[in-house]
């Protein structure tokens, strides 16, 4: 079974600041996972995903996430944020095949001026 | 530029009664998803279905059923409301496994 923690429930930062929202899982098998943005009253948007290979991984709207197995994290980051990027961020586990994703309680952004 | 459509943005209804939640993708996308959202909680799965008829069990599918007649439209049925079924629901789709797309969303209030 998978599990995924956000540990941030909500992030502040200020327009043009660099953020990292933190996301950990747990498997005990090999995994896919996924970054989601929720904007206000809208449903959800696939950022970025990892299947394998490259541990960077980009994303829409300038958004990258890195997988490090040995920490089992998957954070995404963004070197510069703008006032638009203000949403709820969820961090997503699933595993080989056909199997159901596991989201995070999210954590959400609030980009200020 | 891709759609998923959701019937309704609110809707209220009372305890007991039978709840239709439409969803319609324009993308001709295998695969389809019908999620609960709820604070704290983050997306619970209820059902999904990788073929026109066919469907399988999510996280939560207890008083919750579907039905995928045609390719583009998942219906999400609450045979009997309850209360705590008060939520927003939302309705994906995707070639892949796992969802891409997502509708907008329909918050269900039961009284």
């Known amino acids: 079974a998978q599990s995924v923690t956000q540990l941030d429930s909500q992030v502040p930062v200020f327009e043009e600041a660099p953020v990292e929202l933190r996301c950990n899982y747990s498997?005990?098998?090999?995994?896919?996972l996924f970054w989601y943005v929720q904007y206000p009253n809208q449903g959800l948007q696939l950022l970025l995903k990892?299947?394998?290979?490259?541990?960077l991984v980009k994303g829409i709207n300038g958004f990258e996430a890195e997988f490090n197995k040995s920490q089992t994290s998957f954070h995404l980051r963004k070197p510069s944020v703008h006032i638009s990027d203000t949403a709820e961020y969820f961090c997503?586990?699933?595993?080989?095949?056909?199997?159901?994703?596991?989201f995070g309680t999210g954590t959400r952004l609030l980009v200020s001026p | 530029d891709v759609k998923v459509t959701q019937s309704s943005r609110y809707l209220v209804k009372r305890t007991g009664e039978k709840v239709f939640l439409e969803c319609v993708q324009d993308?001709?996308?295998?695969?389809m998803f019908w999620y609960r959202q709820d604070p704290g909680l983050g997306l619970r799965l209820i059902y999904f279905?990788?073929?026109?008829?066919?469907?399988e069990k999510g996280d939560i599918p207890e008083g919750y059923s579907v039905s995928r007649e045609k390719k583009e439209r998942f219906s999400l049925i609450l045979e009997s409301a309850s209360t705590n079924q008060t939520s927003m629901y939302l309705c994906?789709?995707?070639?892949?496994?796992?969802?891409?797309?997502f509708g907008d969303g329909t918050r269900l209030s039961i009284l």
């Open positions: 994906a789709s995707s070639f892949e496994e796992q969802p891409q797309h």
């Open positions: 498997s005990s098998v090999s995994v896919y």
């Open positions: 990892y299947l394998s290979g490259s541990t």
């Open positions: 997503a586990v699933g595993a080989t095949g056909f199997q159901k994703l596991v």
């Open positions: 993308m001709d996308h295998e695969n």
């Open positions: 279905s990788y073929d026109v008829k066919m469907k």
